[in-house]
C-alpha cells in the first residue's frame, strides 16, 4: 500500500510538472523527443526523493542530457545569420567549451544587465521575453525606446570577446554595457561568463583571435565565412 501511495503522489507531481517540460521543450525549440528524456529524468529524481521541489527543470537533469540540449542550442547559431566566434568554435569541433556554458533564470522584473554596468558574461535568451533600452537625459527629463532582444540572438559578443583575446587580467577593464536588459516574465539564458571566456580565449588563440565575418548571397543564405 505504501509503494501504491508513493507512485501515486509522483504521478500527481508529474502530472503538474509535464505541462512545463512541454512548454520549456517548445520555447528552447527543442525536438519533441525531448519531452520523453526529460521526463523519464524528472521521474527517476522523483523515484529516488518524492518530496524533491523541481523549480528549474533544467537545473535537475543529467549532464548528458543537459550537454545535449546545450549543444543544440549553441549550435543552432550556425544556422543563423548572426553566425560568431562561438559557432566558429563548435564548426572546428571544440565541443567542450559547451562545459562553460551555464543556463541561468530570472524572474519577471529582473534585471539582467544594466547600462553602465561592466560587461561580464555573453549570452542569449532561450526562454521568456526580456526587453532592452537606452534612457537618455537632457537635464530636465529622460526618454528611452524599448526593444525586445531576438531569442537565441548573442549579446556582448562583439565586446567581450576582443576583451578576452586582449585582456591580461581575469576581470580588470571589463568593457561596459550601453542598454539596460530587462526580463519581462520569466526568463532562461544561456551564459557563458567572462573568466570562463578568458579560458577559451586562452585555450583556443587561434580561432578567437581572428574576426569572424560573413556575407550572403541574394537568397539570403550563408554563403563564406572569411578570417582576417
Not at 508529474?14 to 512545463?20: A, E, G, Q
Not at 567549451?97 to 560587461?119: A, C, F, M, N
Request: charged share 20%; aromatic share 10%.
Amino acid at each position: 500500500m505504501q509503494a501504491v501511495g508513493k507512485s501515486s503522489r509522483i504521478l500527481q507531481k508529474m502530472n503538474i510538472i509535464k505541462p512545463k517540460i512541454t512548454f520549456m521543450v517548445s520555447e528552447y525549440g527543442l525536438e519533441n523527443d525531448r519531452v520523453g528524456m526529460i521526463e523519464e529524468d524528472i521521474q527517476q529524481i522523483l523515484e529516488d526523493d518524492e518530496n524533491f521541489v523541481v523549480q528549474n527543470i533544467f537545473s535537475v537533469l543529467q549532464p548528458t542530457l543537459q550537454g545535449g540540449i546545450k549543444w543544440y542550442l549553441c549550435n543552432r547559431e550556425m544556422l543563423r545569420k548572426d553566425f560568431n566566434v562561438l559557432s566558429a568554435l563548435l564548426l572546428h569541433g571544440k565541443y567542450n567549451i559547451i562545459e562553460y556554458v551555464e543556463q541561468v533564470s530570472y524572474t519577471g522584473g529582473s534585471y539582467i544587465i544594466r547600462k553602465g554596468e561592466p560587461l561580464d558574461m555573453i549570452f542569449f535568451i532561450a526562454l521568456g521575453n526580456v526587453v532592452t533600452y537606452s534612457t537618455k537625459y537632457d537635464g530636465s527629463s529622460g526618454s528611452s525606446t524599448t526593444i525586445e532582444l531576438k531569442k537565441f540572438q548573442w549579446y556582448g559578443v562583439k565586446d567581450l570577446i576582443p576583451w578576452a583575446v586582449r585582456s591580461s587580467s581575469n576581470l580588470s577593464n571589463l568593457p561596459l554595457s550601453t542598454i539596460t536588459i530587462k526580463s519581462h516574465k520569466q526568463v532562461d539564458i544561456f551564459a557563458i561568463k567572462a573568466t570562463d571566456l578568458k579560458n577559451i580565449a586562452s585555450e583556443f588563440p587561434e580561432i578567437l583571435n581572428m574576426e569572424v565575418h560573413h556575407s550572403t548571397d541574394s537568397t539570403g543564405q550563408m554563403e563564406i565565412v572569411k578570417w582576417r
